[in-house]
């Protein structure tokens, strides 16, 4: 039988998969995070408590995570606020 936190962390995984396949930066940023929520519930869920390792890994990803979501959400301020893009497909490279 499937727990209710397996039930959470893959419904947590596929609205992350479903907002990675966006065109808007936002939500393509948020669909990132939202996966890399759902892997370190898993790897949290996956281990015994007693072990440090885990725990360790977890931390290090969360400190990793919030660095690339403040870099992805610099980034699309910039392209919405000078070039007013808010797709991902019309970011052009300047010639």
Do not use: C
Not at 39 to 50: Q, Y
């Amino acid at each position: 039988m499937i727990s209710a936190g397996s039930l959470l962390i893959a419904i947590i995984f596929a609205a992350g998969v479903w907002l990675l396949f966006s065109r808007q930066w936002l939500r393509t940023i948020m669909g990132i995070l939202m996966l890399s929520h759902a892997i370190n519930l898993f790897i949290l869920s996956s281990g015994p408590m007693k072990d440090p390792l885990p725990q360790a890994l977890i931390l290090t990803a969360i400190v990793i995570g919030l660095a690339i979501q403040t870099v992805l959400l610099v980034l699309a301020y910039f392209a919405k606020r000078y070039q007013n893009i808010n797709d991902i497909n019309n970011l052009k490279e300047k010639e």
